[in-house]
């Protein structure tokens, strides 16, 4: 057995003691007692690819592995020149850093999902695939991966594809991709946010009419200055993202109760009360926000979800206003915010178009309403309200 692989590597330059040269061997081990002899455990299928996997590991320089569900290496191949980098990667997932991008990626297989991470050491840099390992009935039993070598130009250009991909150009702010993939890994277990998350969304207040007015150029500085503003109220482990064209995201980690985390919302609301100054320009702004808490194994869509209907309610109740998203609600009214945020958003991307219509009293003639006809665009009214 090769160190750092907990499970049986047979190298492609390197024979076994008791056998002529050959290629890993994928050995499937079955319950003890199961089989008799020396290839007991080995199936047909491993050994009628061994001939393959002999060519790819004499031709290509990769590195294939598997893995159990806890991580630990079951099976392994490597070209030679990737000698004691199979130590060092399974010594990383054995770790159990959630931070790792190696760890984060095999929990996400485990989850039956693909994903891909980079593992860069002193000189080298290694790109994987990981893959759901499923059983025969179709259960995720462990993680297949396949890593190829990238030259330092490869390198460099994924580092610029990946920072133009999770980075937003014109606040330097993490993106929605970026921020979605931190709060994964927070609710993940990360060791860096073990307890107390909580995420706020914060919705500038008639934004689109600062950019009608004042142009699009000015609203971009009120963007760019309000990130600069948010990032220096924020502790150096929290994380902030534009989350959407007017909208911001803070990842809070390591506070004690939702009070804490409320406390962080109208202290980043009082931020925003004071006036922007954008070279001649002077903007009173503010923000509406919603706040959602959230536990390890906490699925991340779901703690977004919390945050938006929070902050639908917000900018429902008024403008420069926190709401906080309480579980077990009223499930009328949580049917209603949902109906309420899509209309909202259909109409912010004109999607519908809606007419107003006011509803009067016979008695006095006293207007006591409104209703809204909405239809889609190119279509005739279909829906009263």
Not at 216 to 233: C, T, W
Not at 312 to 337: H, N, P, Y
Not at 372 to 383: I, N
């Amino acid at each position: 057995m090769k160190a750092g692989w907990q499970g049986r590597i047979v190298s492609a330059d390197e024979p076994e003691a008791d056998a002529a040269p050959r290629l890993a061997r994928l050995v499937v081990r079955e319950p003890a007692g199961a089989g008799q002899g020396a290839g007991a455990g080995e199936t047909e299928p491993a050994r009628a690819g061994e001939a393959g996997m002999r060519m790819l590991a004499e031709q290509v320089p990769v590195l294939l592995w598997a893995t159990d569900r806890h991580l630990r290496v079951t099976w392994g191949l490597r070209h030679p020149s990737f000698a004691g980098l199979d130590a060092r990667l399974a010594q990383i997932l054995t770790s159990g850093d959630a931070e790792a991008a190696a760890v984060a990626a095999h929990r996400r297989a485990l989850k039956g999902e693909a994903a891909e991470f980079d593992q860069v050491w002193e000189d080298r840099t290694l790109h994987a695939r990981v893959e759901p390992l499923r059983s025969p009935g179709g259960d995720v039993v462990g993680t297949v991966a396949l890593a190829l070598e990238m030259d330092e130009a490869a390198r460099q250009r994924r580092e610029e594809m990946v920072r133009a991909g999770l980075y937003d150009a014109l606040t330097e702010l993490p993106n929605r991709a970026r921020f979605l993939e931190r709060l994964r890994q927070a609710t993940d277990g990360a060791d860096w946010c073990r307890e107390g998350l909580f995420v706020l969304l914060l919705d500038i207040d008639a934004f689109g009419e600062v950019n009608a007015r004042l142009g699009f150029e000015v609203g971009d500085r009120l963007l760019a200055s309000m990130a600069g503003r948010l990032r220096r109220r924020l502790r150096p482990g929290d994380t902030l993202a534009r989350y959407g064209p007017d909208e911001f995201a803070v990842l809070l980690c390591g506070l004690r109760s939702g009070e804490e985390a409320m406390l962080v919302a109208r202290r980043l609301m009082g931020e925003m009360d004071a006036r922007f100054d954008l070279q001649g320009a002077v903007i009173a702004a503010s923000v509406s926000v919603g706040l959602a808490g959230a536990t390890p194994g906490h699925r991340p869509e779901d703690v977004v979800r919390d945050a938006e209907r929070a902050l639908e309610r917000a900018k429902i109740l008024g403008r420069s206003r926190c709401q906080v998203f309480e579980a077990g609600g009223d499930a009328r009214e949580t049917l209603l915010m949902d109906v309420e945020t899509a209309l909202r958003r259909a109409l912010e991307t004109d999607e519908v178009r809606g007419r107003y219509r006011p509803t009067v009293m016979r008695k006095d003639g006293r207007v006591a309403g409104f209703e809204v006809v909405l239809w889609k665009r190119g279509q005739g009214p279909k829906l009263a309200s």
